[in-house]
């Protein structure tokens, strides 16, 4: 099959593509945002690894002083953000894939939602709070 | 014939492992040991605005050679799933999908991660 006509066949059906659901009955919106936080991930950790790098073996003044500066703070808490979003959705295909118990499944599905929702809420409000002095 | 008896096509351990099959697994292992190593940074950030004896305590250990590892492993891990990420994403556009074009993109992955982690550790090493 030549790349040209994979780009342009749709598998879906005339009334599915109306509808625009599949039946996740999500349509295509968790695929969408994996990639659009993996887009916005390639800039954000390009630049987390670098500045942490050069920043090896900082003293907690100097910790301080980085995550506090408003630009590093507002980047820190969208690289946050988009990185516990593209894990959650990452992690949720694993778990669709791998876990077949129905029960065990959901358990595992809300445990690792919640889990990254706390991660990211604890990690923002850590930049946050270095951020305005507390 | 009852759902359990149905015969089944080959499993994945009938076939010889390949560059694009055993990267494509690796993708999915590095993202969930990212989302596990992820927990050290939320606990660096977390004790910094914790204050400095909680600092000093995380500190201490991603200073340490075990931590020092783990982060090295981080780094490679984060690096790998960064450039075979952006692969993905060239594969979503419609790009890459001859088998050719297809290994070639898997060296340049591996080869671009390598070079990318041991800069960020040049980097670390040079501070």
């Not at chain 1, 599949?22 to 994996?34: I, L, N, P, T």
């Not at chain 1, 894939?97 to 065990?104: A, K, P, R, S, T």
């Amino acid at each position: 099959m030549s790349e040209n006509s994979m780009r342009s066949t749709s598998m879906r059906s005339t009334l599915g593509r109306v509808r625009h659901l599949g039946s996740a009955k999500e349509g295509v919106h968790h695929w969408w945002m994996q990639r659009l936080t993996a887009l916005a991930l390639v800039p954000l950790v390009l630049w987390f690894v670098v500045s942490v790098a050069g920043l090896a073996g900082m003293d907690y003044a100097g910790a301080l002083a980085w995550i506090g500066s408003p630009s590093v703070a507002i980047t820190l808490v969208l690289l946050i953000g988009a990185t516990f979003y593209h894990a959650q959705l990452g992690l949720q295909v694993v778990i669709e894939d791998y876990i077949h118990n129905e029960g065990l499944k959901i358990a595992a599905l809300v445990l690792v939602k919640f889990a990254m929702i706390i991660l990211a809420v604890a990690s923002i409000f850590a930049v946050l709070k270095i951020a305005f002095g507390g | 014939m009852s759902a359990h008896n149905r015969p089944l096509s080959p499993h994945l351990q009938v076939y010889k492992p390949q560059l694009t099959s055993v990267m494509s697994i690796c993708h999915r292992a590095t993202g969930i040991a990212l989302a596990a190593g992820v927990l050290l940074l939320v606990w660096w950030v977390v004790a910094a605005a914790a204050g400095p004896e909680a600092f000093a305590t995380a500190h201490g250990f991603l200073g340490s050679w075990f931590g020092m590892l783990i982060l090295f492993g981080f780094t490679g891990a984060l690096m790998y799933h960064l450039c075979n990420g952006i692969r993905h994403l060239f594969w979503d556009a419609g790009y890459g999908f001859e088998l050719e074009t297809a290994y070639k993109s898997g060296w340049m992955t591996l080869g671009a991660a390598a070079v990318l982690t041991v800069v960020a550790w040049i980097i670390v090493a040079a501070g």
